[in-house]
Nanobody
Framework: QVQLVESGGGLVQAGGSLRLSCAAS????????MGWFRQAPGKERELVAA????????YYADSVAGRFTISRVNAKNTVYLQMNNLKPEDTAKYYC?????????????????WGQGTQVTVSS
């Protein structure tokens, strides 16, 4: 069983930055694909960014491309989401997700493991 624990959320003004971290337990992290989803109140959970097992394939939603960067350090069992130039519409709870197959996560159905989430609030 893999456990994912997010950290780094908080309150920031528009234009500011935050870095989210997701620490994974288990010895097979390096073979998993990882992703960051977010869910705002009353909205569906959406994929923000994803990275395959090696880091060689990366996906960004159009709404965050050019502002967010996903990365991973397999030696630390950790995946990051650097968020720059944050906007009020980025306000949501952000979830880390892991996929056993190692293939790039594209939908929530590709994820086998989920963290509890961390809140990001961007004030205008």
């Amino acid at each position: 069983q893999v456990q994912l624990v997010e950290s780094g959320g908080g309150l920031v003004q528009a234009g500011g930055s935050l870095r989210l971290s997701c620490a994974a337990s288990g010895r097979t992290f390096s073979s998993y694909s990882m992703g960051w989803f977010r869910q705002a109140p009353g909205k569906e959970r959406e994929l923000v960014a994803a990275i395959n097992w090696s880091g060689g394939r990366i996906y960004y939603a159009d709404s965050v491309a050019g502002r967010f960067t996903i990365s991973r350090v397999n030696a630390k069992n950790t995946v990051y989401l650097q968020m720059n130039n944050l906007k009020p519409e980025d306000t949501a709870k952000y979830y880390c997700a892991g996929g056993r197959s190692g293939v790039l996560i594209r939908t929530r159905f590709d994820a086998d493991y989920w963290g509890q989430g961390t809140q990001v609030t961007v004030s205008s």
